[in-house]
């Protein structure tokens, strides 16, 4: 079992940053693919980013490339979400996930799917202003 919480959503406005902070408690954290999810009001929950056991692989949705950085600090149980140039279009509540589905670590496909993921977070929000 695995919990997830997410902090760091928060106000900011057109072109700001924000650092998404999931914390996860158990011992097997580094054995977990890990993703960004985001899901605006109205909408279906869509894939940002996610990020493999050790942190070498990355992968994100196109509307996040070279703005977005995901990363994991395994001793600390702890994935990160660098968001910068925020657009009003990246309001959203965000969630991590965990997973240990076979291939997230080292599949796109497989990581971009909400299916793929075992544990989620309860969500943060991020809100961008113009």
């Known amino acids: 079992q695995v919990q997830l919480v997410e902090s760091g959503g928060g106000l900011v406005q057109v072109g700001g940053s924000l650092r998404l902070s999931c914390a996860a408690s158990?011992?097997?954290?580094?054995?977990?693919?890990m993703g960004w999810f985001r899901q605006a009001s109205g909408k279906e929950r869509e894939f940002v980013a996610a990020v493999s056991y050790s942190g070498a692989i990355t992968y994100y949705t196109d509307s996040v490339k070279g703005r977005f950085t995901i990363s994991r600090d395994n001793p600390k149980n702890t994935v990160y979400l660098y968001m910068g140039s925020l657009k009003p279009e990246d309001t959203a509540v965000y969630y991590c996930a965990a997973s240990r589905v076979s291939g997230a670590a080292t599949s796109s496909t497989i990581a971009r799917r909400t299916g793929s993921y075992d544990y989620w977070g309860q969500g943060t929000r991020v809100t961008v202003s113009s």
């Open positions: 158990g011992r097997t954290f580094s054995s977990y693919a």
